[in-house]
Protein backbone atom coordinates (compact mmCIF):
# COMPACT_ATOMS: atom_id res chain seq x y z
CA UNK A 1 0.00 0.00 0.00
CA UNK A 2 0.86 3.89 -0.64
CA UNK A 3 1.39 6.18 1.78
CA UNK A 4 -1.80 6.88 3.50
CA UNK A 5 -3.75 9.90 2.57
CA UNK A 6 -3.88 12.76 5.20
CA UNK A 7 -7.49 13.62 3.77
CA UNK A 8 -8.71 10.42 3.33
CA UNK A 9 -9.39 11.62 -0.11
CA UNK A 10 -6.11 13.68 -1.44
CA UNK A 11 -4.03 10.89 -3.46
CA UNK A 12 -0.13 10.57 -3.75
CA UNK A 13 1.36 12.53 -0.97
CA UNK A 14 -0.12 13.71 2.71
CA UNK A 15 -1.27 17.07 3.47
CA UNK A 16 -4.55 17.23 3.27
CA UNK A 17 -7.21 18.43 5.32
CA UNK A 18 -7.43 16.64 9.12
CA UNK A 19 -10.54 14.51 8.93
CA UNK A 20 -12.68 14.11 11.77
CA UNK A 21 -12.10 13.95 15.13
CA UNK A 22 -9.42 11.62 16.34
CA UNK A 23 -10.55 7.81 17.72
CA UNK A 24 -11.18 6.64 20.20
CA UNK A 25 -7.94 4.33 21.93
CA UNK A 26 -10.60 2.00 23.25
CA UNK A 27 -13.74 2.42 21.18
CA UNK A 28 -17.15 0.66 22.29
CA UNK A 29 -18.53 -2.44 20.10
CA UNK A 30 -21.49 -1.62 17.95
CA UNK A 31 -24.56 -3.50 18.52
CA UNK A 32 -25.23 -5.39 14.86
CA UNK A 33 -28.35 -3.47 14.46
CA UNK A 34 -25.83 -0.28 15.28
CA UNK A 35 -23.39 -1.31 13.21
CA UNK A 36 -25.37 -2.19 9.87
CA UNK A 37 -26.89 1.28 9.96
CA UNK A 38 -23.61 2.61 10.37
CA UNK A 39 -22.00 0.51 7.27
CA UNK A 40 -25.37 2.41 4.93
CA UNK A 41 -25.50 5.76 6.52
CA UNK A 42 -26.31 7.86 4.13
CA UNK A 43 -26.07 5.80 1.39
CA UNK A 44 -28.45 6.09 -1.31
CA UNK A 45 -29.86 3.25 -3.45
CA UNK A 46 -27.35 2.82 -7.10
CA UNK A 47 -28.05 3.47 -10.16
CA UNK A 48 -25.96 1.19 -12.52
CA UNK A 49 -25.57 3.17 -15.85
CA UNK A 50 -27.16 0.87 -19.07
CA UNK A 51 -24.19 -0.72 -20.52
CA UNK A 52 -23.84 0.60 -24.36
CA UNK A 53 -24.22 -2.21 -27.34
CA UNK A 54 -21.36 -4.22 -27.65
CA UNK A 55 -21.09 -2.65 -31.15
CA UNK A 56 -21.19 1.06 -29.75
CA UNK A 57 -18.49 0.46 -26.95
CA UNK A 58 -16.04 -0.37 -29.71
CA UNK A 59 -16.49 2.05 -32.52
CA UNK A 60 -14.29 4.98 -31.75
CA UNK A 61 -10.93 4.40 -33.18
CA UNK A 62 -8.27 4.84 -30.24
CA UNK A 63 -11.10 4.94 -27.23
CA UNK A 64 -11.47 1.93 -25.39
CA UNK A 65 -15.01 0.72 -24.38
CA UNK A 66 -14.12 1.60 -20.71
CA UNK A 67 -13.55 5.39 -21.78
CA UNK A 68 -16.70 5.16 -24.38
CA UNK A 69 -18.90 4.19 -21.70
CA UNK A 70 -17.59 6.75 -19.15
CA UNK A 71 -18.08 9.76 -22.02
CA UNK A 72 -21.18 8.04 -22.98
CA UNK A 73 -22.79 8.21 -19.19
CA UNK A 74 -21.65 11.71 -19.09
CA UNK A 75 -23.29 12.97 -21.87
CA UNK A 76 -20.58 12.52 -24.91
CA UNK A 77 -21.89 9.60 -27.13
CA UNK A 78 -20.71 8.96 -30.27
CA UNK A 79 -18.28 8.92 -32.29
CA UNK A 80 -18.27 12.65 -33.45
CA UNK A 81 -19.49 13.93 -30.07
CA UNK A 82 -16.51 11.64 -28.24
CA UNK A 83 -13.60 12.72 -30.26
CA UNK A 84 -14.73 16.36 -30.63
CA UNK A 85 -14.66 16.67 -26.89
CA UNK A 86 -11.23 14.97 -26.65
CA UNK A 87 -9.87 16.86 -28.94
CA UNK A 88 -11.06 20.13 -27.46
CA UNK A 89 -8.24 23.10 -27.24
CA UNK A 90 -6.99 25.89 -24.57
CA UNK A 91 -7.11 28.17 -27.25
CA UNK A 92 -10.87 27.87 -28.21
CA UNK A 93 -12.74 30.77 -26.67
CA UNK A 94 -15.35 33.31 -27.48
CA UNK A 95 -15.04 36.90 -26.34
CA UNK A 96 -16.71 37.84 -22.92
CA UNK A 97 -18.92 40.82 -22.48
CA UNK A 98 -17.29 43.57 -21.82
CA UNK A 99 -13.60 42.10 -23.18
CA UNK A 100 -13.13 45.02 -26.42
CA UNK A 101 -13.93 47.58 -23.44
CA UNK A 102 -11.27 46.51 -20.50
CA UNK A 103 -8.36 45.33 -23.09
CA UNK A 104 -8.99 48.96 -24.56
CA UNK A 105 -8.91 50.51 -21.07
CA UNK A 106 -5.69 48.56 -20.11
CA UNK A 107 -3.64 49.62 -23.17
CA UNK A 108 -4.68 53.38 -22.16
CA UNK A 109 -3.30 52.44 -18.44
CA UNK A 110 -0.19 50.43 -20.67
CA UNK A 111 0.44 54.05 -22.35
CA UNK A 112 0.29 56.44 -19.94
CA UNK A 113 1.91 54.29 -17.01
CA UNK A 114 -1.26 54.62 -14.54
CA UNK A 115 -0.62 52.43 -11.54
CA UNK A 116 -2.54 49.75 -11.82
CA UNK A 117 -4.17 47.56 -8.81
CA UNK A 118 -5.46 44.41 -9.11
CA UNK A 119 -7.68 43.36 -6.80
CA UNK A 120 -8.66 39.64 -5.98
CA UNK A 121 -10.85 37.55 -4.13
CA UNK A 122 -9.86 35.91 -1.02
CA UNK A 123 -10.33 32.39 -1.85
CA UNK A 124 -8.18 29.83 -4.36
CA UNK A 125 -10.11 31.04 -7.40
CA UNK A 126 -9.51 34.72 -6.72
CA UNK A 127 -5.64 34.76 -5.69
CA UNK A 128 -5.05 32.55 -8.93
CA UNK A 129 -6.89 34.83 -11.03
CA UNK A 130 -5.27 38.12 -9.38
CA UNK A 131 -2.23 36.49 -10.19
CA UNK A 132 -3.20 35.55 -13.21
CA UNK A 133 -3.98 39.11 -14.61
CA UNK A 134 -0.67 40.63 -12.12
CA UNK A 135 1.75 38.33 -14.36
CA UNK A 136 0.07 39.03 -17.36
CA UNK A 137 0.76 42.79 -16.83
CA UNK A 138 3.96 42.73 -15.84
CA UNK A 139 4.65 40.77 -18.30
CA UNK A 140 3.94 43.82 -20.52
CA UNK A 141 5.49 46.50 -18.62
CA UNK A 142 2.78 47.44 -16.66
CA UNK A 143 3.25 49.45 -13.15
CA UNK A 144 0.30 46.33 -11.03
CA UNK A 145 -0.03 45.27 -8.15
CA UNK A 146 -1.76 43.10 -6.17
CA UNK A 147 -4.82 43.39 -3.42
CA UNK A 148 -6.57 40.68 -1.70
CA UNK A 149 -9.25 42.05 1.07
CA UNK A 150 -8.53 40.86 4.63
CA UNK A 151 -11.56 38.48 5.31
CA UNK A 152 -12.29 39.79 8.52
CA UNK A 153 -11.47 43.32 8.29
CA UNK A 154 -12.67 43.87 4.38
CA UNK A 155 -15.28 41.17 3.77
CA UNK A 156 -15.65 39.85 0.35
CA UNK A 157 -15.23 41.84 -3.06
CA UNK A 158 -14.81 45.77 -3.07
CA UNK A 159 -14.52 47.68 -0.15
CA UNK A 160 -15.05 51.26 0.72
CA UNK A 161 -11.89 51.33 3.38
CA UNK A 162 -9.73 49.62 0.53
CA UNK A 163 -11.25 52.22 -2.17
CA UNK A 164 -10.17 54.96 -0.40
CA UNK A 165 -6.38 53.74 0.34
CA UNK A 166 -6.07 52.39 -2.70
CA UNK A 167 -6.98 55.89 -4.33
CA UNK A 168 -4.61 57.71 -1.73
CA UNK A 169 -1.29 55.78 -2.53
CA UNK A 170 -1.76 57.17 -6.70
CA UNK A 171 -3.54 54.30 -8.29
CA UNK A 172 -5.54 55.37 -11.47
CA UNK A 173 -7.38 51.88 -12.49
CA UNK A 174 -8.40 48.84 -10.39
CA UNK A 175 -8.67 45.33 -12.01
CA UNK A 176 -10.91 43.42 -9.81
CA UNK A 177 -11.03 39.29 -10.03
CA UNK A 178 -13.34 36.82 -8.79
CA UNK A 179 -15.59 39.75 -7.46
CA UNK A 180 -17.37 42.94 -8.19
CA UNK A 181 -20.14 42.37 -10.02
CA UNK A 182 -22.54 43.64 -7.34
CA UNK A 183 -20.14 45.91 -5.63
CA UNK A 184 -22.88 49.27 -6.75
CA UNK A 185 -21.55 51.62 -4.25
CA UNK A 186 -18.01 51.00 -4.15
CA UNK A 187 -17.63 51.37 -7.77
CA UNK A 188 -19.53 54.63 -7.40
CA UNK A 189 -17.49 55.65 -4.48
CA UNK A 190 -14.02 54.81 -6.66
CA UNK A 191 -15.51 56.84 -9.61
CA UNK A 192 -15.71 60.18 -7.28
CA UNK A 193 -12.44 59.49 -6.44
CA UNK A 194 -10.70 59.66 -9.66
CA UNK A 195 -10.27 55.65 -10.02
CA UNK A 196 -11.49 53.93 -13.06
CA UNK A 197 -12.91 49.98 -12.31
CA UNK A 198 -12.43 47.24 -14.59
CA UNK A 199 -14.45 44.22 -13.24
CA UNK A 200 -13.62 40.62 -14.08
CA UNK A 201 -16.23 37.79 -12.14
CA UNK A 202 -17.93 35.24 -12.98
CA UNK A 203 -20.75 34.69 -10.16
CA UNK A 204 -24.09 34.95 -11.18
CA UNK A 205 -26.02 38.49 -11.62
CA UNK A 206 -28.69 38.59 -8.03
CA UNK A 207 -29.24 42.50 -8.61
CA UNK A 208 -28.53 45.79 -9.82
CA UNK A 209 -24.65 45.94 -11.31
CA UNK A 210 -22.33 48.57 -10.76
CA UNK A 211 -22.33 51.41 -13.61
CA UNK A 212 -19.58 54.08 -15.20
CA UNK A 213 -17.12 50.92 -15.22
CA UNK A 214 -16.58 47.79 -17.53
CA UNK A 215 -17.98 44.45 -16.34
CA UNK A 216 -16.40 41.55 -17.80
CA UNK A 217 -18.94 38.78 -16.59
CA UNK A 218 -19.84 35.34 -18.99
CA UNK A 219 -22.98 35.40 -16.90
CA UNK A 220 -24.01 38.79 -18.55
CA UNK A 221 -24.07 37.24 -21.95
CA UNK A 222 -27.20 37.50 -23.94
CA UNK A 223 -27.51 34.01 -24.92
CA UNK A 224 -25.69 31.40 -23.35
CA UNK A 225 -22.07 30.19 -24.56
CA UNK A 226 -19.01 28.48 -24.72
CA UNK A 227 -17.65 30.12 -22.17
CA UNK A 228 -20.42 30.62 -19.84
CA UNK A 229 -18.79 28.45 -17.08
CA UNK A 230 -15.57 29.90 -16.36
CA UNK A 231 -14.15 30.34 -13.53
CA UNK A 232 -12.73 33.58 -12.13
CA UNK A 233 -9.50 32.56 -13.47
CA UNK A 234 -10.73 31.19 -16.23
CA UNK A 235 -12.32 34.93 -17.10
CA UNK A 236 -8.88 36.50 -16.05
CA UNK A 237 -6.99 34.39 -18.28
CA UNK A 238 -9.40 35.32 -21.49
CA UNK A 239 -8.51 38.71 -20.30
CA UNK A 240 -5.06 38.26 -19.94
CA UNK A 241 -4.85 36.41 -23.59
CA UNK A 242 -6.55 38.85 -25.13
CA UNK A 243 -4.17 41.94 -23.97
CA UNK A 244 -1.23 39.83 -24.95
CA UNK A 245 -2.54 39.46 -28.51
CA UNK A 246 -3.26 42.94 -28.50
CA UNK A 247 0.09 44.72 -27.68
CA UNK A 248 2.35 41.61 -27.76
CA UNK A 249 1.29 39.49 -30.39
CA UNK A 250 4.37 37.79 -31.13
CA UNK A 251 4.80 36.29 -27.43
CA UNK A 252 1.20 36.16 -26.85
CA UNK A 253 0.89 32.48 -27.15
CA UNK A 254 3.76 31.29 -25.35
CA UNK A 255 3.02 33.80 -22.28
CA UNK A 256 -0.51 32.60 -22.04
CA UNK A 257 0.36 28.90 -22.13
CA UNK A 258 2.94 29.86 -19.39
CA UNK A 259 -0.52 30.72 -16.96
CA UNK A 260 -2.48 27.54 -17.34
CA UNK A 261 -1.30 25.93 -14.36
CA UNK A 262 -3.05 28.91 -12.46
CA UNK A 263 -5.76 28.62 -14.11
CA UNK A 264 -6.37 25.17 -13.39
CA UNK A 265 -5.74 25.81 -9.64
CA UNK A 266 -8.37 28.34 -9.79
CA UNK A 267 -11.05 26.30 -11.93
CA UNK A 268 -10.54 23.37 -9.73
CA UNK A 269 -10.39 24.99 -6.33
CA UNK A 270 -13.39 27.23 -7.42
CA UNK A 271 -15.53 23.50 -8.14
CA UNK A 272 -16.52 24.88 -11.14
CA UNK A 273 -17.96 22.87 -13.80
CA UNK A 274 -15.67 20.82 -15.80
CA UNK A 275 -17.48 21.64 -19.23
CA UNK A 276 -15.43 21.51 -22.51
CA UNK A 277 -13.50 24.77 -22.09
CA UNK A 278 -12.92 24.77 -18.62
CA UNK A 279 -12.18 20.83 -19.26
CA UNK A 280 -9.11 22.07 -22.02
CA UNK A 281 -8.27 24.69 -19.69
CA UNK A 282 -7.56 22.52 -16.90
CA UNK A 283 -6.32 19.74 -18.60
CA UNK A 284 -3.78 21.49 -20.45
CA UNK A 285 -3.10 23.36 -16.95
CA UNK A 286 -2.41 19.99 -15.12
CA UNK A 287 0.14 19.28 -17.51
CA UNK A 288 1.62 22.13 -17.40
CA UNK A 289 2.24 21.85 -13.92
CA UNK A 290 3.87 18.34 -14.47
CA UNK A 291 5.64 19.45 -16.73
CA UNK A 292 7.21 22.56 -15.72
CA UNK A 293 6.39 23.63 -12.25
CA UNK A 294 6.61 27.22 -11.39
CA UNK A 295 8.91 26.99 -7.95
CA UNK A 296 6.47 28.16 -5.65
CA UNK A 297 4.08 25.40 -6.53
CA UNK A 298 7.55 23.22 -6.93
CA UNK A 299 7.95 23.81 -3.83
CA UNK A 300 4.37 23.25 -1.98
CA UNK A 301 4.45 19.89 -3.71
CA UNK A 302 7.10 18.61 -2.40
CA UNK A 303 6.85 19.90 1.19
CA UNK A 304 3.46 17.45 1.38
CA UNK A 305 5.15 14.56 -0.31
CA UNK A 306 3.23 14.83 -4.01
CA UNK A 307 4.71 13.08 -7.18
CA UNK A 308 4.91 16.10 -9.37
CA UNK A 309 5.00 13.73 -12.46
CA UNK A 310 1.44 12.45 -11.48
CA UNK A 311 -0.20 15.24 -10.05
CA UNK A 312 -4.23 15.38 -10.65
CA UNK A 313 -7.59 16.91 -9.87
CA UNK A 314 -6.89 15.49 -6.60
CA UNK A 315 -3.71 17.10 -5.13
CA UNK A 316 -5.22 20.50 -5.95
CA UNK A 317 -8.30 19.81 -4.35
CA UNK A 318 -6.60 18.84 -1.06
CA UNK A 319 -3.08 19.91 -1.18
CA UNK A 320 -3.19 23.10 -3.38
CA UNK A 321 -6.37 24.79 -2.78
CA UNK A 322 -6.25 24.15 1.19
CA UNK A 323 -2.63 26.14 1.51
CA UNK A 324 -3.88 29.05 -0.89
CA UNK A 325 -6.58 29.22 0.97
CA UNK A 326 -5.08 29.11 4.47
CA UNK A 327 -3.31 32.17 3.82
CA UNK A 328 -6.39 34.35 3.60
CA UNK A 329 -8.17 32.39 6.01
CA UNK A 330 -5.74 33.21 8.47
CA UNK A 331 -5.14 36.76 7.58
CA UNK A 332 -2.12 36.72 5.26
CA UNK A 333 -3.72 36.43 1.78
CA UNK A 334 -0.28 38.14 0.41
CA UNK A 335 1.78 34.78 1.47
CA UNK A 336 -0.16 33.24 -1.24
CA UNK A 337 0.15 35.23 -4.14
CA UNK A 338 4.00 35.73 -3.38
CA UNK A 339 3.81 31.91 -3.37
CA UNK A 340 2.59 32.32 -7.08
CA UNK A 341 4.69 34.93 -8.02
CA UNK A 342 8.21 33.77 -6.92
CA UNK A 343 10.88 33.60 -9.61
CA UNK A 344 13.50 31.59 -6.73
CA UNK A 345 14.03 28.26 -5.02
CA UNK A 346 14.42 29.88 -1.85
CA UNK A 347 12.02 32.29 -1.98
CA UNK A 348 9.16 29.74 -2.90
CA UNK A 349 10.93 27.21 -0.16
CA UNK A 350 10.39 30.09 2.86
CA UNK A 351 6.72 30.75 1.54
CA UNK A 352 5.57 27.33 1.30
CA UNK A 353 6.96 26.48 4.53
CA UNK A 354 4.77 28.91 5.95
CA UNK A 355 1.94 27.99 3.71
CA UNK A 356 1.87 24.83 5.04
CA UNK A 357 2.12 26.30 8.88
CA UNK A 358 -0.64 28.10 7.86
CA UNK A 359 -2.93 25.31 6.33
CA UNK A 360 -1.64 23.10 10.10
CA UNK A 361 -3.33 25.70 12.27
CA UNK A 362 -6.33 26.01 9.73
CA UNK A 363 -7.13 22.46 10.24
CA UNK A 364 -6.56 22.70 14.26
CA UNK A 365 -9.22 25.67 14.23
CA UNK A 366 -11.41 24.07 12.14
CA UNK A 367 -11.73 20.75 13.90
CA UNK A 368 -12.83 23.57 17.46
CA UNK A 369 -15.26 24.98 15.44
CA UNK A 370 -16.70 21.65 13.70
CA UNK A 371 -17.39 20.12 17.54
CA UNK A 372 -19.40 22.65 18.25
CA UNK A 373 -21.22 22.58 14.88
CA UNK A 374 -21.81 18.95 14.76
CA UNK A 375 -23.22 19.21 18.08
CA UNK A 376 -25.89 21.68 16.87
CA UNK A 377 -26.33 19.71 13.25
CA UNK A 378 -27.10 16.37 15.33
CA UNK A 379 -29.46 18.00 18.12
CA UNK A 380 -31.64 19.52 14.71
CA UNK A 381 -31.34 15.94 12.45
CA UNK A 382 -32.40 14.30 15.59
CA UNK A 383 -35.31 16.82 16.45
CA UNK A 384 -38.29 17.73 14.68
CA UNK A 385 -36.28 19.35 11.81
CA UNK A 386 -35.00 15.69 11.09
CA UNK A 387 -36.81 15.55 7.32
CA UNK A 388 -35.91 19.48 6.60
CA UNK A 389 -33.53 20.32 3.75
CA UNK A 390 -31.25 22.56 6.15
CA UNK A 391 -28.49 22.08 9.17
CA UNK A 392 -27.54 25.29 10.93
CA UNK A 393 -25.18 26.17 13.35
CA UNK A 394 -23.95 29.83 15.13
CA UNK A 395 -21.05 30.63 16.77
CA UNK A 396 -19.56 33.69 18.75
CA UNK A 397 -16.63 34.74 17.56
CA UNK A 398 -16.19 31.88 15.20
CA UNK A 399 -12.99 33.04 12.50
CA UNK A 400 -14.73 34.06 8.98
CA UNK A 401 -12.52 32.07 7.10
CA UNK A 402 -13.64 29.00 8.52
CA UNK A 403 -16.86 29.12 8.20
CA UNK A 404 -16.86 27.91 4.61
CA UNK A 405 -15.01 24.83 5.44
CA UNK A 406 -17.52 23.81 8.62
CA UNK A 407 -20.10 23.67 5.94
CA UNK A 408 -18.49 22.07 3.50
CA UNK A 409 -17.89 19.02 5.91
CA UNK A 410 -21.91 19.10 7.16
CA UNK A 411 -23.02 19.80 3.76
CA UNK A 412 -20.95 16.58 3.08
CA UNK A 413 -22.15 14.17 6.56
CA UNK A 414 -25.86 15.28 6.64
CA UNK A 415 -26.24 15.54 2.35
CA UNK A 416 -28.48 18.79 2.83
CA UNK A 417 -27.54 22.09 3.00
CA UNK A 418 -25.47 23.68 5.46
CA UNK A 419 -25.38 27.29 6.68
CA UNK A 420 -22.91 28.12 9.84
CA UNK A 421 -22.58 31.77 11.22
CA UNK A 422 -20.25 34.07 13.04
CA UNK A 423 -22.30 36.27 15.70
CA UNK A 424 -20.35 38.96 17.08
CA UNK A 425 -24.34 40.58 18.96
CA UNK A 426 -24.76 42.77 16.27
CA UNK A 427 -23.43 41.83 13.08
CA UNK A 428 -23.46 38.07 11.97
CA UNK A 429 -21.45 36.87 9.05
CA UNK A 430 -22.00 33.30 7.25
CA UNK A 431 -21.30 30.65 4.62
CA UNK A 432 -23.28 28.16 2.79
CA UNK A 433 -22.84 25.04 1.10
CA UNK A 434 -25.05 22.92 -0.58
CA UNK A 435 -25.40 19.39 -2.58
CA UNK A 436 -26.59 18.97 -5.85
CA UNK A 437 -30.72 20.47 -6.63
CA UNK A 438 -30.42 23.53 -4.54
CA UNK A 439 -29.33 27.23 -5.58
CA UNK A 440 -28.52 29.13 -2.89
CA UNK A 441 -27.87 32.03 -4.38
CA UNK A 442 -31.60 32.10 -5.89
CA UNK A 443 -32.51 31.55 -2.16
CA UNK A 444 -30.37 34.15 -0.92
CA UNK A 445 -31.25 36.77 -3.47
CA UNK A 446 -35.28 35.99 -2.58
CA UNK A 447 -34.83 37.90 0.69
CA UNK A 448 -31.88 40.31 -0.33
CA UNK A 449 -33.57 42.93 1.60
CA UNK A 450 -31.99 41.41 5.01
CA UNK A 451 -28.49 41.42 3.73
CA UNK A 452 -25.92 44.12 4.27
CA UNK A 453 -23.87 42.20 1.50
CA UNK A 454 -24.31 38.58 -0.13
CA UNK A 455 -23.14 36.81 -3.04
CA UNK A 456 -22.23 32.80 -4.28
CA UNK A 457 -23.24 30.54 -6.53
CA UNK A 458 -25.93 28.03 -6.52
CA UNK A 459 -23.65 25.23 -4.03
CA UNK A 460 -21.82 28.11 -2.07
CA UNK A 461 -22.17 31.52 -0.99
CA UNK A 462 -21.52 33.92 1.62
CA UNK A 463 -23.68 36.93 3.66
CA UNK A 464 -23.77 39.32 6.13
CA UNK A 465 -26.70 40.67 8.26
CA UNK A 466 -27.69 42.17 11.32
CA UNK A 467 -27.51 39.15 13.80
CA UNK A 468 -31.35 40.33 14.97
CA UNK A 469 -32.32 38.55 11.38
CA UNK A 470 -30.59 35.40 11.77
CA UNK A 471 -33.56 33.05 12.64
CA UNK A 472 -35.59 35.06 10.26
CA UNK A 473 -33.06 33.89 7.54
CA UNK A 474 -32.75 30.33 9.25
CA UNK A 475 -36.90 29.85 8.31
CA UNK A 476 -36.32 31.53 4.90
CA UNK A 477 -33.99 29.17 4.04
CA UNK A 478 -35.74 26.36 5.12
CA UNK A 479 -38.68 26.96 3.61
CA UNK A 480 -37.00 27.83 -0.19
CA UNK A 481 -34.73 24.99 0.23
CA UNK A 482 -37.87 22.72 0.50
CA UNK A 483 -39.32 24.57 -2.10
CA UNK A 484 -36.55 24.02 -4.60
CA UNK A 485 -37.02 20.08 -3.61
CA UNK A 486 -40.34 19.82 -4.28
CA UNK A 487 -39.80 21.63 -7.13
CA UNK A 488 -37.02 18.77 -8.65
CA UNK A 489 -38.23 16.02 -7.55
CA UNK A 490 -42.16 16.71 -7.01
CA UNK A 491 -41.42 14.71 -3.70
CA UNK A 492 -41.65 15.57 -0.14
CA UNK A 493 -39.08 17.89 0.30
CA UNK A 494 -36.09 17.25 1.71
CA UNK A 495 -37.16 13.60 2.78
CA UNK A 496 -34.52 10.84 2.40
CA UNK A 497 -36.82 8.92 -0.37
CA UNK A 498 -36.36 12.03 -2.17
CA UNK A 499 -32.47 11.93 -2.54
CA UNK A 500 -31.13 11.48 -6.01
CA UNK A 501 -29.70 7.83 -6.28
CA UNK A 502 -25.68 7.09 -6.27
CA UNK A 503 -24.85 6.87 -10.21
CA UNK A 504 -22.48 4.08 -10.77
CA UNK A 505 -20.49 4.09 -14.55
CA UNK A 506 -20.22 0.54 -14.56
CA UNK A 507 -19.56 -3.04 -12.81
CA UNK A 508 -16.06 -3.90 -11.82
CA UNK A 509 -15.71 -7.59 -10.84
CA UNK A 510 -12.47 -7.31 -8.36
CA UNK A 511 -10.06 -9.43 -10.97
CA UNK A 512 -10.49 -6.40 -12.99
CA UNK A 513 -9.21 -3.87 -10.52
CA UNK A 514 -5.79 -3.68 -12.44
CA UNK A 515 -3.77 -0.52 -13.49
CA UNK A 516 -4.73 -0.13 -16.70
CA UNK A 517 -8.41 0.20 -16.11
CA UNK A 518 -6.82 3.32 -13.93
CA UNK A 519 -4.80 4.02 -16.83
CA UNK A 520 -7.99 4.43 -19.52
CA UNK A 521 -10.24 5.88 -16.60
CA UNK A 522 -7.44 8.73 -16.44
CA UNK A 523 -7.00 9.57 -19.53
CA UNK A 524 -10.20 10.92 -19.57
CA UNK A 525 -9.26 13.65 -16.42
CA UNK A 526 -9.77 15.86 -15.06
CA UNK A 527 -12.91 15.42 -13.48
CA UNK A 528 -15.40 17.29 -11.57
CA UNK A 529 -18.90 18.90 -12.04
CA UNK A 530 -21.00 17.68 -15.04
CA UNK A 531 -18.05 15.52 -15.72
CA UNK A 532 -17.43 13.70 -12.64
CA UNK A 533 -15.24 10.86 -11.43
CA UNK A 534 -16.15 7.64 -12.32
CA UNK A 535 -18.48 5.33 -9.81
CA UNK A 536 -17.60 1.80 -10.22
CA UNK A 537 -19.66 -0.95 -8.50
CA UNK A 538 -17.94 -4.56 -7.39
CA UNK A 539 -21.14 -6.95 -6.82
CA UNK A 540 -21.79 -9.62 -4.16
CA UNK A 541 -18.44 -9.06 -2.34
CA UNK A 542 -17.28 -10.45 1.37
CA UNK A 543 -15.14 -8.72 3.98
CA UNK A 544 -12.09 -11.08 5.51
CA UNK A 545 -10.37 -8.47 7.30
CA UNK A 546 -9.87 -4.86 8.07
CA UNK A 547 -7.85 -2.51 9.64
CA UNK A 548 -7.13 1.08 10.40
CA UNK A 549 -4.83 3.27 9.15
CA UNK A 550 -3.86 7.11 8.79
CA UNK A 551 -3.20 9.26 11.72
CA UNK A 552 -4.55 8.56 14.62
CA UNK A 553 -6.28 5.34 13.05
CA UNK A 554 -9.01 7.73 11.86
CA UNK A 555 -9.49 5.99 8.15
CA UNK A 556 -10.41 2.10 7.90
CA UNK A 557 -9.09 -0.26 5.16
CA UNK A 558 -10.94 -3.35 4.25
CA UNK A 559 -9.90 -6.56 2.46
CA UNK A 560 -13.01 -7.92 0.05
CA UNK A 561 -13.46 -10.88 -2.02
CA UNK A 562 -16.05 -11.56 -5.43
CA UNK A 563 -16.41 -14.77 -7.17
CA UNK A 564 -13.31 -13.59 -9.26
CA UNK A 565 -10.68 -12.34 -6.77
CA UNK A 566 -9.73 -10.21 -4.01
CA UNK A 567 -9.09 -6.29 -3.51
CA UNK A 568 -8.05 -3.85 -0.65
CA UNK A 569 -10.57 -0.87 -0.29
CA UNK A 570 -10.37 2.65 1.59
CA UNK A 571 -12.82 3.99 3.39
CA UNK A 572 -12.18 7.43 4.60
CA UNK A 573 -13.11 8.60 8.88
CA UNK A 574 -14.62 5.29 9.33
CA UNK A 575 -11.69 3.58 11.63
CA UNK A 576 -13.76 3.80 14.96
CA UNK A 577 -15.93 0.45 12.81
CA UNK A 578 -12.93 -1.66 13.00
CA UNK A 579 -13.26 -3.19 15.63
CA UNK A 580 -17.22 -3.72 15.76
CA UNK A 581 -16.49 -5.44 12.14
CA UNK A 582 -13.81 -7.78 13.00
CA UNK A 583 -16.32 -8.93 15.95
CA UNK A 584 -19.32 -9.47 13.53
CA UNK A 585 -17.45 -10.46 10.52
CA UNK A 586 -18.85 -14.09 11.03
CA UNK A 587 -22.60 -12.55 10.38
CA UNK A 588 -21.66 -9.88 8.11
CA UNK A 589 -23.59 -10.63 4.58
CA UNK A 590 -22.50 -9.90 1.48
CA UNK A 591 -22.79 -6.84 0.10
CA UNK A 592 -22.13 -4.72 -2.66
CA UNK A 593 -19.04 -2.24 -3.04
CA UNK A 594 -19.31 1.32 -4.48
CA UNK A 595 -16.05 3.01 -5.15
CA UNK A 596 -13.77 5.43 -6.93
CA UNK A 597 -10.62 4.65 -8.58
CA UNK A 598 -7.20 6.02 -7.47
CA UNK A 599 -3.57 4.77 -7.30
CA UNK A 600 -0.02 6.09 -5.97
CA UNK A 601 2.86 5.98 -8.44
CA UNK A 602 5.68 4.20 -6.25
CA UNK A 603 9.47 5.85 -6.38
CA UNK A 604 9.82 1.90 -8.75
CA UNK A 605 7.23 3.58 -11.28
CA UNK A 606 4.75 0.46 -10.24
CA UNK A 607 1.09 1.92 -9.31
CA UNK A 608 -0.83 0.77 -6.83
CA UNK A 609 -4.39 1.33 -7.07
CA UNK A 610 -6.94 2.70 -3.97
CA UNK A 611 -10.02 2.17 -4.32
CA UNK A 612 -12.16 4.53 -2.25
CA UNK A 613 -15.74 3.37 -0.84
CA UNK A 614 -18.44 5.51 -1.13
CA UNK A 615 -20.83 4.02 0.32
CA UNK A 616 -21.84 0.09 1.22
CA UNK A 617 -24.82 -2.05 -0.09
CA UNK A 618 -26.04 -5.07 2.93
CA UNK A 619 -27.39 -7.27 0.61
CA UNK A 620 -29.11 -9.31 3.55
CA UNK A 621 -31.13 -8.85 6.56
CA UNK A 622 -29.76 -11.46 8.05
Excluded at 58 to 73: D, E, S, Y
Excluded at 219 to 228: M, N, V
Excluded at 568 to 593: H, M, N
Excluded at 597 to 607: E, I, K, V
Amino acid sequence: MGPEPGHGLASRGAGGDAGATTAASQPQLLSWANLRAALTRGAPAPRIAEELPRAELNAIPGVTALQTQLLANRGVRGRDAALAFLSADWRESQPLPGQSAAIERLRLALAQRERIVVYGDHDCDGMTSCATLLLALRTVGADATPYIPLREDDGRGLNALAVRQLADDGARLIVTTDCGSANVAEVALARTLGLDVIITDHHPILGETPSECVIVNPRLAEQPGLSGDLAGAGVAFRVAEALLHAVAPERASAISEGLLDLVAIGTIGDIAPMTRENWALTRAGLERIRQTPRPGLRALLTLANVNISALGERDVTYVIAPRLNAAARLGEPLVAIELLLATSDSEASTLAARLDSLNQERQRVTEEIMVDAQRQAESQVAGSSASGPLVSAVGEGWPLGMLGLVASRLAEHYQRAAVVISNDGAEARGSARAPDGMNLGEALAARSEVFRRFGGHARAAGFTLASADVAMLLDHLRQRLAEQWQERDGQVAGSRSGADPLMVDCRLPLNRLVPRIYREQQALAPWGPGFPEPTYISQSARILSCWRSGADGRNLRLKARDATGEGVFFWARQGDLCESIRASLSRLPALDLIYTLDAYTRPSGDLDLLPRILALRLLSDD
